[in-house]
């Protein structure tokens, strides 16, 4: 998403400057430095720009998660049972072609745009789904929060550099240039992703015997292997489990808006250009990538020291940031274990990044008051590592594949809904525009904050600790 996130600031008439290739009055010149600036504007006036509504670039950006919530649950019930190696391979090589492929679909009309980010969004699924399976099978109890959140922490930094190169380019070579290069690069991951990846320690061909033994020894005695039964009627009725739900759905909610309009929201309202935009919207993200690792230790001091309950950490740390709240006592089991279990991806907060993020429609016209806020909600967000949304880690170890793809639809249908909404907003009135997304935005976050606190637990439910053949 992030690439057509800050590429659409130059995709559309209203925020990319004319190219005008031809007006150009300076003296020639074989100054080395003139040649690079006329072959620059070459660039630039091969890369087109459209005529599209607020309203359709939020159904553009929101396109990537239309189809994304008919993924999940089979993504990840496969890769539970047949290992997520090929899955999340498959996924990641989809998904980086047709990124290649987004320049040409744009000129061809939105509608091709729409379907092949629909097909991209589905790939891209299988990516973040079948992963999980991985880190059921990898991590060692003691060293799982500390292992998710340095991998958490790598799609932050991935946000920072698409953003800060994204806007280079687009300023530079034209934003075609953005999905080509992040394309192949994802493409040449895909090299390295097959040879280098198991699902499992046994069969990997190149850690030690010693590095071997450990792994296995640390998760024998897991209860979490796969089954092909699901206790659905079980599940339906378990709020913990839509405890989760809820706020996986409203969590996102708050996600995909700031991840698709942050570039937006820098170039329209600061009136910064297509490189200062790409550098200050990366801003955010490396900050945050910085302090999710700090975050997860953080959560390992106040557990493996019981300074507070397993439950109380899940709570309090969703209030505060809204991280990802628990799958420490995936192996509740394991008394050592189930105290240092708790980290995943970054996503957005509640209490305090939503208090910030409402205030800054009132601080706009103070730039690098506006750059503090959204930097100090990221820096909040991502250190709260510990909040909601790896609960089902906690609750249902088994399941963990089945889980977190069923968690994923609830989030992907924010995703489809969020960014539309944001468009609709802000195509009605831009000035009162941004502050309606962002007072929504807060109200859908603080709804879901309040019903995890009531009905949010982190013990291993019944219903998940043997196996129950249930139908509908």
């Known amino acids: 998403m992030l690439q057509e996130s800050i590429a659409i600031t130059a995709m559309v008439n209203n925020t990319a ?26 660039f630039k006036a091969m890369a087109p720009a459209y005529d599209w509504s607020p309203e359709i670039q939020g159904i553009i950006l929101s396109s990537l998660n239309y189809g994304s919530f008919l993924a999940p649950i089979p993504s990840g019930y496969v890769a539970g049972i047949f290992g997520a190696k090929y899955v999340v391979g498959a996924g990641l090589f989809i998904s980086s072609f047709l990124t290649l492929f987004i320049p040409l679909a744009a000129n061809a009309g939105v509608a091709l745009l729409i379907v092949l980010r629909i097909v991209q969004g589905i790939a891209q699924v299988m990516v973040l789904t079948g992963q999980y399976s991985i880190w059921v099978k990898w991590a060692p109890p003691l060293e799982r929060s500390q ?47 097959f040879p280098l990846i198991c699902d499992d320690p046994v069969n990997h061909p190149f850690i030690s015997a010693g590095e071997k ?99 109380t950490i899940r709570k309090l740390f969703t209030a505060i940031g809204k991280g990802e709240a628990g799958h420490r006592g995936e192996c509740r089991k394991l008394r050592a274990a189930s105290s240092l279990f708790c980290v995943c991806p970054p996503t957005p907060g509640v209490l305090l990044p939503s208090v910030i993020l409402v205030s800054l429609p009132w601080v706009r016209s103070s730039h690098s008051m506006t750059m503090t806020f959204l930097v100090l909600s990221s820096a909040i967000s991502s250190f709260c590592e510990s909040g909601a949304l790896v609960n089902f880690l906690d609750i249902a170890p088994r399941y963990t594949g089945f889980l977190k793809g069923l968690l994923q639809v609830f989030a992907h249908i924010a995703g489809a809904i969020s960014p539309t909404a944001a468009g609709f907003f802000i195509s009605q009135d831009s000035e009162f525009g941004w502050r309606n997304v962002f007072l929504l935005s807060a109200a859908v976050n603080i709804s879901g904050l309040v019903f995890y606190l009531i009905f949010g637990r982190a013990d291993v439910q019944d219903w998940a600790k043997e196996q129950i053949f249930t139908h509908l």
């Open 213 to 311: 033994r450990y792994i296995v020894c640390s998760l024998a005695q897991q209860d979490c292997s796969p089954s092909w039964s699901l206790p659905i009627r079980a599940m339906i009725k378990s709020l913990p489990l839509w405890a989760i739900l809820v706020s996986y759905f409203c969590e996102y909610w708050l996600f995909y808006t700031i991840m698709a309009y942050t570039p937006t929201y820098i170039s329209s309202v600061l009136q910064a250009n297509l490189r200062d935009s790409g550098i200050l919207s990366a801003l955010p993200f490396v900050v945050g990538c910085i302090c999710i690792i700090l975050g997860g230790l953080l959560a390992d001091f106040l557990l493996s020291r019981k300074i507070l309950r397993l439950i």
């Open 147 to 193: 292992l998710t959140t340095i991998a958490g922490s790598g799609s932050m930094l991935g946000s920072f550099i698409v953003l800060l190169v994204g806007g280079l380019l687009c300023q530079t070579i034209g934003w075609p240039y953005v999905f080509y290069i992040f394309g192949g690069i994802g493409c040449a991951c895909c090299l390295l992703w």
């Open 17 to 42: 400057p004319p190219s005008q290739p031809n007006a150009s009055t300076e003296r020639p010149s074989t100054d080395s430095q003139d040649y690079w600036n006329e072959t620059l504007k070459e």
